[in-house]
């Protein structure tokens, strides 16, 4: 009998001890002015998404298409210049460039084959020169440097080896798509890519993009690419045109024209 009741006596106080705790939970539960506490939530705060895999996505998306699209480049102070980009579906690929020589005089077309790279002489088609091989950078004097955002500068922007900075950048004119400034991360004479905004919209296609040389805007409808690229005229020998404009020619100290019979070459000894 005694045992029975120093059982229920515990019980009762266990009891008694669980409602105090419960009572506790529930006014601990609320604030002075018996308003419910908003509890805190125990899931993690969302990740913030990487800019560079943004980028990387939309061109790995870029380096599958095959398409010809055309685009204004805008240098500061000139006129809007016409480009016409194709990228054939074998991967050779042709970027026409109006003023892209002789300091903005001469239209050319920049073209890539497994031979080697060309440039070509347009408007009128005068020839094509071998100036680089396959994959390769064009000689500075001869380099417009357009071509490198449609085609060396893809693979420089999905290798995650090469130390970049990118970040989200406000849309740039003409376009809605998502931009993004890059920036190299380490100092060189000659940088894996230049600096710049690039936008690409969810196709891949570069849309916008504001570089050194210019601003480039995609002017219309993209369409089918060709099967492969064609040179506008046949390989030639020769040199090819350089970017800047010839120097102008220095009048004599005397102010009068040297002999037609004497060149300035060899007037200064030079055979």
């Not at 009891?15 to 509890?39: D, E």
């Not at 125990?42 to 895999?53: F, K, L, T």
């Not at 998502?178 to 296609?205: L, M, R, S």
Request: hydrophobic share 40%; net charge positive; glycine share 10%.
């Amino acid at each position: 009998m005694l045992s029975r009741r120093v059982g229920v006596t515990a019980i009762t106080v266990t009891a008694g001890t669980a409602l105090a705790v419960m009572t506790g939970v529930l006014v601990a539960a609320c604030s002075s002015t018996g308003a419910p506490v908003t509890a805190v939530s125990s899931e993690p705060a969302p990740v913030q998404a990487d800019p560079r895999g943004l980028l990387a996505g939309r061109v790995a998306v870029a380096k599958d298409q095959r398409y010809v699209a055309a685009y204004a480049l805008t240098v500061s102070g000139k006129a809007p210049r016409s480009i016409l980009v194709s990228i054939a579906t074998d991967r050779t690929w042709r970027v026409d460039i109006q003023g892209g020589a002789l300091g903005g005089t001469a239209d050319v077309a920049i073209a890539g084959r497994p031979e080697g790279q060309y440039q070509c002489q347009l408007n009128p088609a005068s020839g094509c020169v071998k100036i680089a091989p396959a994959g390769k950078k064009l000689p500075a004097a001869n380099d417009p440097r357009i071509q490198y955002v449609f085609v060396a500068w893809l693979d420089v922007l999905l290798d995650r080896q090469v130390p970049l900075s990118v970040a989200p950048a406000d849309p740039l004119a003409g376009t809605s798509a998502p931009c993004f400034a890059v920036e190299p991360g380490v100092t060189a004479i000659q940088p894996p890519i230049d600096p710049g905004v690039f936008c690409y919209n969810d196709k891949g296609i570069l849309t916008a993009a504001k570089l050194p040389f210019g601003q480039l805007a995609l002017t219309g409808e993209v369409i089918g690419a060709p099967s492969t690229i064609s040179l506008p005229g046949p390989v030639v020998d020769g040199a090819p045109l350089p970017t800047t404009a010839p120097p102008s020619p220095s009048p004599n100290p005397s102010g009068s024209q040297l002999p037609r019979s004497v060149s300035p070459s060899r007037s200064k000894g030079v055979a």
